[in-house]
C-alpha cells in the first residue's frame, strides 16, 4: 500500500525557514519522481519542485528558485523540501506526490499518489 506523509508544516514570519518532510512506504523511492505541489486558498495546485530519481535532476517553480531546495534520502524513504526566505505568498497546503514513471516534470497529471497536505502559513 502506497503512502506518503507529510510532516514539518507550521506558522513562520517572512525571512524564515521551514523544512518539510515526505515519509513514503509501499514503493521503492529508487524509481519515482517525487514532487512538492502547493495549495492556496481559491487556487490550483501547482508543483512547486521535483525530484526525478534516474538522473537526480530537479525542477523548481520560478518563484521559489533559489529559496527551497528539495532533496531525497532513498535510505530512509524520506524526501525533503528545505524552505527558505519564505514570503507570504508561499502560504499553502503542501502536498507531497510520487510519479511512478519517474517523468521529472511537475504537471501534477503525471502523479498518482499523494498525500494528505501539511498546512504552512507566512505572516507579514
Known amino acids: 500500500q502506497v503512502q506518503l506523509v507529510e510532516s514539518g508544516g507550521g506558522l513562520v514570519q517572512a525571512g524564515g525557514s521551514l523544512r518539510l518532510s515526505c515519509a513514503t512506504s509501499?514503493?521503492?523511492?529508487?524509481?519515482?519522481?517525487i514532487g512538492w505541489f502547493r495549495q492556496a486558498p481559491g487556487e490550483v495546485r501547482e508543483g512547486v519542485s521535483c525530484?526525478?530519481?534516474?538522473?537526480?535532476?530537479?525542477l523548481y517553480l520560478n518563484s521559489v528558485e533559489g529559496r527551497f531546495t528539495i532533496s531525497r534520502d532513498n535510505a530512509k524513504n524520506t524526501v525533503y523540501l528545505q524552505m527558505n526566505s519564505l514570503k507570504p505568498e508561499d502560504t499553502a497546503v503542501y502536498y507531497c506526490?510520487?510519479?511512478?514513471?519517474?517523468?521529472?516534470?511537475?504537471?501534477?497529471?503525471?502523479?498518482?499518489?499523494w498525500g494528505q497536505g501539511t498546512q504552512v502559513t507566512v505572516s507579514s
Open positions: 525530484s526525478r530519481s534516474i538522473d537526480g535532476s530537479t
Open positions: 506526490a510520487a510519479d511512478q514513471y519517474d517523468s521529472g516534470s511537475l504537471h501534477r497529471g503525471e502523479y498518482r499518489y
Open positions: 509501499g514503493f521503492s523511492l529508487d524509481d519515482y519522481t
